[in-house]
């Protein structure tokens, strides 16, 4: 993904919290009626929950293999049952990149009216994002983005460098007051950009506290079992550390595991993504889990909301032009004590 270039905004647009229901991407803050007061100033339909013109919108994503990828389908599934106008024709998802191409030809030849798509590798299959644009069927680019905007008509995704730079402006400041201050980072997978953006926006965090140093990292793959493993190895080659980064919620499972069996407690560690059980955590305030950076998984029914208007040739009430935007960036806000119960509901198993 691009690299982000300030803390609020990224690829033109930022839009809402995971806090905001998924619906309200197309009704922004604003009620039907003042939706239609919007369109009529403009001449234009802008998108609301009423019945319109019946869409086909063909989902095709990862295997499910991981909390936030199942989360993502469901969302997806739970938006589109809401529009008695939708349609969704699903693929069984895959992280082999010549079978999801394989599915997503199939909806094209279907011919589904939008597709939206959440590419295992983004790179490998922007030829046939490509190929259902020409086909004239718009697709919704979901989060691991195309490499050619040609292959989408709009991409809505999460924030990878806003992540680690939020996650590294609430540990500094946790820490702003400690002298020769230590943190950790628990990364996902290095291979991935999202990887290596959240890593970017940590250590751009960071540069703001000259207290804090960065003395180790490591990559866990996203994984419970390697989480604990890689976390177990952070633990054995620091003998004290006052802060831990750990981007992902689910190979945090494993992370907190290894901190228990170490019996280490002197550190404060902020998770990512927003998974139920860490929000629970959270919430209980017992252990050294303080704090979550959100990857929200409901950008998938946003991205379903934008695939309806884009189906019913509409645009997005509240905003003053007559199409949906090309891209759509979701903040990723800092869960703590403070705020958790407000972000609870947005827990993923």
């Known amino acids: 993904m691009p690299e982000q270039r300030s803390f609020t905004s990224r690829r033109g647009l930022l839009f809402g919290t995971a806090a905001v229901s998924a619906g309200a991407l197309l009704t922004a803050c604003t009620s039907n ?12 339909p802008a998108a609301d929950d009423k019945p319109g013109k019946h869409v086909t919108i063909g989902f095709a994503g990862p295997q499910a293999d991981h909390g936030w990828l199942n989360a993502i389908n469901q969302n997806a599934k739970s938006r589109a049952k809401n529009f008695s106008d939708v349609t969704l024709e699903t693929t069984e998802g895959s992280n082999d990149t010549a079978q999801q191409i394989g599915q997503i030809e199939t909806l094209i030849n279907k011919k589904v009216d939008v597709l939206v798509i959440l590419p295992a590798d983004g790179k490998a299959l922007t030829q046939v994002g490509l190929r259902a644009m020409r086909a004239g069927i718009p697709v919704v680019n979901l989060d691991r983005i195309f490499n050619s905007s040609q292959a989408y008509r709009c991409w809505i995704g999460g924030d990878n ?17 400690k002298k020769n201050a230590k943190v950790v980072e628990l990364a996902g997978l290095d291979n991935l950009e999202l990887t290596r953006q959240r890593t970017k926006g940590f250590d751009d965090a960071l540069k703001n506290y000259p207290n804090i ?10 994984t419970v079992e390697s989480g604990q493993a890689k976390m177990a190895q952070l633990l054995q080659a620091q003998s004290k550390i006052d802060a831990v980064w750990n981007h992902d919620d689910d190979q945090g499972v ?8 170490a019996g280490r407690d002197e550190f404060l560690m902020v998770g990512g993504a927003g998974s139920l059980s860490a929000l629970q955590a959270i919430k209980q305030d017992k252990g050294v889990l303080k704090a979550t950076v959100l990857y929200p998984p ?12 884009l189906g019913q040739s509409k645009g997005i009430g509240g905003l003053s032009q007559y199409e949906i935007p090309a891209s759509l960036t979701v903040y990723s806000a800092v869960v703590d004590k403070d705020n958790v119960d407000q972000y609870m509901s947005t827990g993923f198993k």
Do not use: H, P
């Not at 460098?161 to 007051?177: D, H, P, S, V, W």
């Not at 990292?217 to 996203?222: G, M, V």
């Not at 494993?254 to 069996?261: H, N, S, T």
């Open 254 to 261: 494993g992370a907190l595991r290894a901190i228990e069996q």
């Open 213 to 222: 140093e960065k003395v180790a990292r490591q990559a866990a793959d996203f």
């Open 298 to 309: 409901s950008m998938a029914a946003s991205a379903i909301d934008l695939a309806r208007a």
């Open 161 to 177: 460098y806003g992540m680690g730079l939020n996650a590294g402006t609430y540990i500094g400041e946790k820490l702003k007051g």
């Open 33 to 44: 009626e003042s939706n239609e007061a919007a369109a009529a100033e403009n001449n234009r």
